[in-house]
C-alpha cells in the first residue's frame, strides 16, 4: 500500500513546468482549486479538462505515474459517482429497475462531480510530481514571509517541515526494518487480540521514536556546527528566481478563470 | 545553551511530524461507523512532543501532520476540511493531556490528561461537526444537505462513538508507551 502511495515522488525532468517557480505553481494551483468550483456545465468543464489536459502535456510526466496517483481515491470517485446518478432526480428517465431509477441529469451531476475530483487530484498530483517538496517548502515560506510582521514563525514552521518531508522516506525504512526486526522476535503484527495489537504498536513506536529523536540531536549538531542561527539574515543556498514564464501561467490562469465565468450558467 | 536546545526542539518537531505523517497514512476505518471517519494513531507523536518540550510543539507537529498530508495527498473536496478536522480534534486532544502532565508531572497527571483530552475532543468534534464540518462537506460534494435530525443522528451514532474509541485507543497506547519510555523522556526533559 505505502508504495503505491506518491511520498513526495518526483520526477526529474527538464519541463516547462519543472522549470516553473515552485510560488507560481503553489499560487497557480490555489487559485485552480477556487476555479473549479465555477465549472457548472458540459462546456466549462470541457475548458477545464483541457487546461488541464494541456499542463499535463506540458510537464512531460508518463502517463503512468499520474494515474498512480489516481489509485487510491478512485473508490471514492466511483461512490461519488453512484451517489449523485442515483441521488439526483432532474431531466429525463433513461432506466428504472425497482426502486433504482437513473435520470440524465443524475448521470451528469455524477460526472462533474468525479470529473471535479479527478481534476482536483490530477493537479495536486501534477505539482508533486515536478516540484520536489523541498521547493515547495521554499515557495511557502516565501509566499507567507509578509505573516512574519505578525510575529507567525514562518522561517521556522518551514524548516520544520523541509525536516520532516527528507525524513519521510528514512523513517518508513525504518518503520520497516523494525517491524521485521520485531517480527523476527516473535511480534504479530498482522492479527491477535486487541492488547497483543497494543503491544505490537507499542514495540514498533518505542524504537521509532528514540532512533528519530536520536537523529534529530544528530542534526541539530550539524545545524550549529555549521551556524545555524535561525531564518534572521540566512543567506540561501537555493535561490528562488521568477521569470516571465510564471508570469504568463498566472495571466493564463487568470484568463481561465475569465472564460468559466462567463461561460458558466 | 538555550539556542542549543531551541534548534535541537525544532528538528526533533520536524522528525516526530514525519512519524506522525507515517501513522496518520496507516489508517483504517472502524467496524459499524461510516468509513469516512478514519482511525490512526498519528496523534502519539503529537502528545510525547507536547509533554517533552512544550504543549505549542505538540500544536506544531498537528499542524505539520496536516500540512503535509494536504500537500502530499491532497483532499477531495479541494478544501482541506478533512486536515482541518483532523488538526482541531488533535489540538483538543493533546492540550488538556499536555497541560495536567505538567502541573503533575506523573502518570497519574497523565492519565487524568488524556481521559479529559478525550472527553474534550468528543465534545469539540460533535458540536464542530454539527455547525461546520459536515455542513462544509455536503456544501463541497455538492451533496444534498443533511436536515437537522439527519445531522444529529449521524454525530451521535458516528462521530461521538468515534471520538470516544479513538480517545481510548490512544490513551491505552500512549499509557502503555509512557511507561515504556519514562526513563528515557525523564533524561531528556532533564538536559
Known amino acids: 500500500m505505502i508504495n503505491s502511495m506518491i511520498i513526495g515522488k518526483y520526477v526529474p525532468s527538464d519541463s516547462i513546468i519543472h522549470r516553473m517557480d515552485p510560488r507560481a505553481k503553489l499560487l497557480l494551483v490555489f487559485i485552480y482549486v477556487f476555479i473549479v468550483f465555477l465549472a457548472n456545465n458540459s462546456v466549462t468543464y470541457i475548458v477545464l479538462t483541457m487546461f488541464t489536459l494541456v499542463l499535463l502535456f506540458l510537464s512531460r510526466i508518463p502517463i503512468a505515474f499520474i494515474l498512480r496517483g489516481l489509485k487510491p481515491i478512485l473508490w471514492i470517485v466511483l461512490v461519488t459517482f453512484l451517489l449523485h446518478m442515483f441521488m439526483t432526480k432532474e431531466g429525463d428517465l433513461l432506466y428504472q429497475w425497482g426502486r433504482l431509477a437513473i435520470y440524465e441529469g443524475g448521470i451528469k451531476q455524477g460526472i462533474f462531480i468525479s470529473l471535479r475530483f479527478l481534476l482536483f487530484i490530477m493537479i495536486t498530483t501534477l505539482l508533486t510530481l515536478t516540484t520536489t517538496p523541498i521547493e515547495v517548502t521554499d515557495g511557502v515560506e516565501s509566499l507567507l514571509a509578509p505573516l512574519k510582521k505578525l510575529h507567525v514563525p514562518v522561517h521556522e514552521l518551514a524548516l520544520m517541515m523541509s525536516i520532516s518531508l527528507r525524513f519521510i522516506p528514512t523513517l518508513l525504512e525504518e518503520t520497516e526494518k523494525i517491524m521485521k526486526a520485531q517480527a523476527a522476535r516473535g511480534v504479530d503484527f498482522s492479527g491477535g487480540s486487541f492488547s497483543e495489537r497494543v503491544k505490537a504498536i507499542v514495540s514498533l513506536l518505542v524504537p521509532l521514536f528514540i532512533n528519530s529523536f536520536k537523529r534529530a540531536e544528530e542534526l541539530a549538531t550539524a545545524m550549529e556546527a555549521r551556524g545555524y542561527r535561525g531564518g534572521e539574515g540566512r543567506t540561501k543556498f537555493r535561490q528562488l528566481t521568477w521569470k516571465p514564464l510564471d508570469t504568463f501561467c498566472l495571466i493564463a490562469v487568470f484568463v481561465l478563470a475569465m472564460i468559466l465565468f462567463v461561460l458558466r450558467s | ?191
Open chain 2, 1 to 191: 545553551m538555550q539556542e542549543k536546545r531551541n534548534v535541537k526542539k525544532l528538528v526533533a518537531v520536524g522528525t516526530f511530524s514525519a512519524i506522525a505523517y507515517l501513522l496518520m497514512m496507516l489508517n483504517f476505518p472502524l467496524p459499524m461507523l461510516p468509513t469516512f471517519l478514519l482511525i490512526d494513531f498519528s496523534e502519539i507523536p503529537a502528545l510525547l512532543a507536547a509533554i517533552m518540550f512544550s504543549p505549542i510543539a505538540g500544536v506544531a507537529v498537528e499542524a505539520i501532520k496536516n500540512l503535509l498530508h494536504y500537500f502530499i495527498q491532497g483532499s477531495g473536496t479541494g478544501i482541506p476540511i478533512g486536515q482541518l478536522a483532523n488538526f482541531l480534534a488533535g489540538v483538543s486532544f493533546i492540550l488538556p493531556a499536555a497541560y495536567l502532565f505538567q502541573k503533575f508531572r506523573n502518570s497519574k497527571g497523565l492519565t487524568y490528561g488524556l481521559a479529559l483530552g478525550t472527553v474534550i475532543m468528543t465534545l469539540m468534534m460533535s458540536i464542530l461537526n454539527y455547525y461546520v464540518i459536515l455542513p462544509a462537506y455536503t456544501f463541497f460534494l455538492n451533496a444534498p444537505a443533511l436536515s437537522s435530525q439527519q445531522a444529529r443522528e449521524l454525530i451521535v451514532t458516528g462521530i461521538l462513538p468515534f471520538n470516544m474509541i479513538k480517545g481510548i485507543t490512544i490513551t491505552i497506547i500512549f499509557m502503555m508507551l509512557f511507561a515504556k519510555m519514562k526513563p528515557w523522556i525523564q533524561r531528556q526533559m532533564a538536559v
